[in-house]
């Protein structure tokens, strides 16, 4: 096969960490056989991860990159180079999507065809009012393409499996699919079921003297195993094609293109350049609405930056000249000229990229029931229909009543109700998840929201509304009432104010002309706007018949602009300190150069956040808020909702984050992580590896990727609801397991005694899968 890499060949190889896309897996057996062959190689340490099909492999010492592509290729899979840290060696994600949706499409393909055969079949098995002569080599030529072209996935596994000497879930339908085929067309051939005019009989036992009825046919068994888990394939193949959109996500969030500033002999040229092409010491222009290429710091220029991306919270961030800058964060409002100081893999957003592969590709505990008790179960089966064979044989008994009752084992066995055990109570449960905004992405993140014990909330967006707000005008009368001025009142100060800040696009500027313009209706007319970045911004307006000279800003700012008032032992100076002492944005409102009030902007707590905090408790869980804002606005937010001071985290970057979920789970913990903006998405993955990543659907696509659910309401109650549906949906799967084995275990024996014809083992595995389709259907009723 080719392999897409770009190393040296005259290198003895790479180190450090090297990332392997793997195709053909299926359950956990084969990714255990991955990781064994890669770890076999002296110095590497692999961690395979089937939901993203990935290996990362930590090298220790250099190893030929094609020495681990051929441990993958030895233990029966195709392997390809995803990433090589430190290098520009990194597969096409396009193509990897392609080849993704290239397999979909394929099982799609087959499940819709086996369906469409399977239908006649079923009915001519089952109906013998609708058996016409010749009706038997009709359904022999309707199964056929279903057993093999659409059943072809489930027997190659099996043959992959086998080459290495082991087993997989697979191995059992391929063997029941193949076992009730090949005995049918024995039975069509040479056993006299072909003749014209023969009519299925539904028989208690199988028959024991060589004298036998006509055999039967059980093409309608191996028709509807293939067709059933072909479609629980194709939702799990559905599933993890989307385990790898937060990555290509986050990657698309950068700027494509870059104005590169070159100075040469006094004079400025500018060129558009691909961002690949930027490199260290470079100068780049940044437009205001555009986004800053690369990490750098600004050379030339004052302006606003939306940093959202890295923080979380919705108030932007003031630069000018010296001050460093972070790549895909916004320039909201004026000119840049930014020298770039990290290019490629060494930027913030290719670090926080690295933390959500490293979280997805890591090594979670939770393995596949099925496939774990399948390991042990297909050996066992494998050597009871073997020795029903042997024990009939020397019994006495002829060879088609040792063959019927060894195949009556393999179908009993065939573990169609296994196949459906996860997929329908999937299907109910998200659905029902669906009805209540929660998105669940697939079976594989249920099976620790049993034990979580410590929900970890973001606080931006999550249990607040994630924009600001104006929640007060303050005057200095309410302090000081002998401090106050004629004419000042609420209504006024946020009317000049607003008209004042109607020219500027700062967020903060834009909250204060929506409350104001909400407030008083038109606002007044302003002209001669000056915006002073990262201080204030000036305004003359008309209020009445007079005109007003209007300032908003920062009291230090205004002090020296003359005004006079804003002082930190002044009344209005105060009322700023103890809003921002609370952690809300504050600005003062001067005029006639004399502060007369403070607006002050926070994020506000959504209504249902004190609810979901109080529900999350009901559960057992512990809650721990994390933010970026600083510590006093968090603990502000924490006593609004419920929350103890000690379990907040407060001023806290990306890693920080993943760190604490990471800290958390080291400590015994079982945590949840619930979230909403890129800064998240690497701690969001991080919990879904042991416990469970909830993104808010009102954030970020990438928050929304890396999270295993999604809470599309924005509702923080949804939280304690998706944990309620989880937790039914895994109780539920783990009762349909068990039912699809106790029904096994206990027809196994009767089948290798005899007592079970091979038409009730398949009617019992039928029974078997209307019982957990049942017990699924009850989810409907859960939230």
Known sequence: MTTRHTIDDSAPGVAGEVELAVEGMTCASCVARVEKKLSKIPGAEATVNLATESARVTLSQPVDVDDLLGAISAAGYSGRV??????????????????????????????IVSAVLTVPVVL?????????????????????????????????????????????????????????????????????????GMRMELTLLP????????????????????????????????????????????????????????????????????????????????????????????????????????????????????????GATINTSGSLLVRATRVGEQTTLAQIARMVTRAQTGKAPVQRIADRISAVFVPIV????????????????????????????????????????????????????????????????????????????DKTGTLTAGHMRLADVALPALAAPAAAHDGDDPDTVLRLAGAAESGSEHPVARAITEAAAARSGQLPRSSGFVNHPGQGVTATVELGRAEYTVLVG?????????????????????????????????????????????????????????????????????????????????EHVADRVGIAREHVLAEVLPQDKLDVVARLQAAGHV??????????????AQAGRQGLGLAMGTGTDVAIEAGDITLMRGDPRAV????????????????????????????????????????????????????????????????
């Open 720 to 783: 304690p609801s998706a944990l309620r549906i989880s937790r039914a949906t895994l109780r539920i799967v783990r009762q349909n397991l068990f039912w699809a084995f106790a029904y096994n275990v206990a027809a196994i024996p009767l089948a290798a005694l005899g007592l079970l014809n091979p038409m009730i083992a398949g009617a019992a595995m039928a029974a078997s899968s209307v019982i957990v389709v049942a017990n699924s259907l009850r989810l409907r009723r859960t939230g």
């Open 554 to 634: 920062r009291p230090g700012w205004l002090t020296t602009q003359g005004v006079g008032g804003a002082g930190p032992q002044d009344p209005v100076g105060r009322l700023h300190a103890e809003a921002e002492g609370t952690g809300a944005t504050a600005v003062v409102v001067a005029w006639e150069g004399r502060a007369h009030g403070v607006l002050v902007l926070r994020d506000e707590v959504k209504p249902t956040a004190a609810v979901a905090v109080a529900e999350l408790r009901g559960l057992d869980v512990n809650v721990h808020l994390l933010t970026g804002d600083n510590r006093a606005a968090a």
């Open 207 to 326: 028959a024991r003297s060589g004298h036998a009825a006509t055999p039967e046919l059980y093409l309608e068994v191996a028709a509807v195993v293939a067709t059933f888990l072909l479609a629980g394939r194709y939702t799990e193949s559905r599933s993890r094609r989307r385990a790898g959109d937060a990555l290509r996500s986050l990657l698309e969030l950068g700027a494509k293109d870059v104005t590169r500033v070159t100075m040469a002999g006094g004079h400025r040229t500018e060129e558009r350049i691909p961002v690949s092409a930027l490199e260290v010491a470079d100068l780049f222009a940044v437009r205001p609405g555009e986004k800053i290429a690369t990490d750098g710091v600004v050379v030339e220029g004052a302006s606003a930056v939306d940093t959202s991306l890295l923080t979380g919270e919705p108030a932007p961030v003031d630069v000018a000249a010296g001050d460093e800058v972070t």
């Open 124 to 196: 001519l098995s089952m109906l013998p009012a609708l058996q016409f002569p010749g009706w038997q080599w009709a359904v022999a030529a309707l199964a056929l393409p279903v057993v093999t072209w659409g059943a072809w996935p489930f027997h190659r596994s099996a043959a992959r499996a086998a080459r290495h000497g082991a087993s997989t879930m697979d191995t059992l339908v391929s063997l029941g699919i193949a076992a009730a085929t090949g005995w049918s067309w024995w039975a069509l051939t040479l056993g006299g079921a072909g003749e014209i």
């Open 382 to 457: 494998l050597l009871l229909a073997a020795a029903t064979v042997g024990a009939w044989l020397v019994l006495g008994y002829p060879p088609a009543a040792a063959f019927t009752a060894a195949v009556a084992v393999l179908i009993i066995a065939c573990p169609c109700a296994l196949g459906l055990a996860t997929p329908t109570a999937l299907l109910v449960g998200t659905g029902r998840a669906a009805q209540l905004g929660i998105v669940i992405k697939g079976p594989e993140i249920l099976e620790s929201t049993r034990q979580i014990d410590t929900m970890v909330l």
């Open 82 to 111: 995803a990433r090589v840290t430190g290098t520009s060696d990194a597969a096409d994600p396009a193509a990897e999507d392609t080849a993704a949706a290239d397999r979909g499409a394929d099982l799609r393909r087959r499940l």
């Open 671 to 684: 945590v949840g992580m619930v979230g909403d903006g890129v800064n998240d998405a690497a701690a969001l």
